[in-house]
Structure formats: C-alpha cells, structure tokens
C-alpha cells in the first residue's frame, strides 16, 4: 500500500493521540487542514483538489467522531475490564476482530474517495509523488546503513511505551523481557528492512497503475487488495504472524504485576474520559 492512502487515513481516530494536540476536538476541526497539508507535499495540489479533499474529509471526520469514538470507548472499558485479571487467547482474539472490524469500517468509507482523488491526478504531480518517494527511500536506507542505531532506538522505543503504559520495571522484569524478544527476533528479518523491500516492490506498481490513466474502480481494487495483502503474505502467513502476535503479549503480560496492569487500567481512564469529552463537544 503506496504512502498515500496512509496520509488518507490520517483521520481513522488515533492520529490526535499522537499529534499532542490537548483537546479531541482540535483535530476534529482542523484534520481535514491537515491531511490536505501533507497531501500537497506529495502531489503539489491544485486548489480545485485541496478544496475537494479538505470538503470531503470533513464529512468523514465528522463521521468518525458520531460513529467510531462511541465504538473506541466501549473497546477501551471492554479492555480494561479483561486486562485487570490478565489476558487469555480468546480475549486476545476477541480484541484483534474488533480491532479489524473497525479498520475495515474506515477503509470501506475511505477507499472511494481516495480513488476518485488518484484519478485526477496529473503526470507532473506522478513525477512529484515519484520524487516524494526516492527522498523517503534514501532516508530509510541510512538509517538501514547503521544497523546497531537503529536497533538502540528499536529498544528504547520499546521500553519508553512499556513504561508509559504500566509504569517502572524491575531489574528482573526487564531482563525477563529482553530474552524473550531475543528468542523472538533470533533470525528475523529486521521490520525496517522488509519495509523497505515492500516500498521497493510495490512503489514501481503504484506508480505504473496511476500512469496508466485507470479507471476509478480499477483504483479502488487496487487499494482494496493492497489493504488487504500489504506485505504480500499469504492468508496463513498472515495469521501465522498474528498468532505469534497474540503468543508474545501474553507471554510479557505474564512477566505483569498487579500493580502494572492497575497502572494500565489507569492510563486507559484517561484515554476513556477524553474520547467521551471529544464525543460530546460540539
């Protein structure tokens, strides 16, 4: 799936969380702005197009907020009222279809418009898109050139949203952790690097379809199927890999103390208090 229909998706309902805004509602009145913004780093877009997006991303922001935060908040209570005791598979794949079930509502709702957006595209703004690519291509293979940083500031991310979600780790605890994502990641390929290779393999795709002047649904099919088989796995590959998923989470939230998950419990609190205050403004 080309970058683009990510900064389509900038809207699903979590982009907020993590752009430090304070108040749901400040995304909520200014996302359509902001999607438009990034789109026109990639295209250079005309003013027809910047009004057709930022119009049409309105409407589903709105949407989102009436119909997907209700559905988010009561996920989050159903999660904390399974994760006080600990988690159990069935839990685990109770959680990952909701989970899907909500990515598909948004994509089904977005599909159509970021298709009918592509077929207007012009070849010079290909040509920009194009280049968008190469500079993010080239970025992504120095941080691949120094291997060892990378994997420094893999662990560091990783342990900053353990500790932001249950709190301090004992010594023990996080030697316990870090064994099992040495058993875990023992000859793994690095997600970077299957990043890059699937930008490599599907870029060249994307590119060729928009300059093939396809039809609107010829571009929803291929949105559709990027969606679905990003990585180009198989149907058992995929759920071989959410298995392994599933299998990590339960074996770290054994590592858990009681107070840990009540520290989970309470970062979800606010997590719930601020979707209902987003929900409810106007």
């Not at 520290?263 to 106007?282: C, G, M, P, S, Y």
């Amino acid at each position: 799936m080309p970058r683009l229909i990510k900064l389509f998706l900038l809207f699903s309902g979590l982009l907020f969380f993590i752009t430090g805004c304070n108040t749901g509602k400040m995304f909520y009145d200014y996302g359509d702005e902001l999607v438009s913004w990034q789109l026109d780093h990639y295209f250079d877009l005309t003013s027809q197009q910047e009004e057709w997006i930022e119009e049409r991303m309105k409407l589903h922001l709105e949407w989102h907020r009436k119909e997907e935060l209700p559905r988010y908040m009561r996920f989050l209570i159903d999660v904390q009222n399974s994760a006080r005791d600990g988690l159990t598979m069935s839990e685990l794949d109770e959680g990952y279809a909701r989970i899907d079930q909500k990515r598909m509502r948004t994509l089904n709702r977005l599909i159509p418009d970021a298709a009918s957006f592509l077929a207007t595209v012009s070849p010079e703004q290909i040509n920009t898109l194009e280049k968008r690519m190469i500079e993010e291509n080239e970025d992504m293979k120095e941080e691949l050139d120094s291997p060892e940083k990378h994997s420094r500031k893999r662990r560091e991310r990783f342990w900053e949203q353990m500790e932001d979600w249950f709190g301090d780790f004992s010594e023990e605890q996080r030697q316990k952790i870090n064994r099992l994502q040495t058993k875990w990641f023992a000859g793994a390929a690095d997600p970077l690097t299957v990043r890059m290779e699937r930008r490599l393999k599907t870029q060249p795709q994307f590119l060729a379809l928009l300059r093939s002047s396809p039809k609107k649904k010829d571009l929803e099919n291929w949105l559709s199927r990027s969606v679905n088989n990003w990585g180009g796995e198989t149907d058992a590959e995929k759920q071989a890999r959410i298995l392994r998923n599933k299998k990590r989470i339960l074996d770290v939230d054994k590592v858990l103390t009681p107070e840990q998950r009540h520290h989970a419990v309470r970062e979800l609190d606010e997590w719930i208090e601020f979707l209902d205050k987003t929900i409810k403004q106007e």
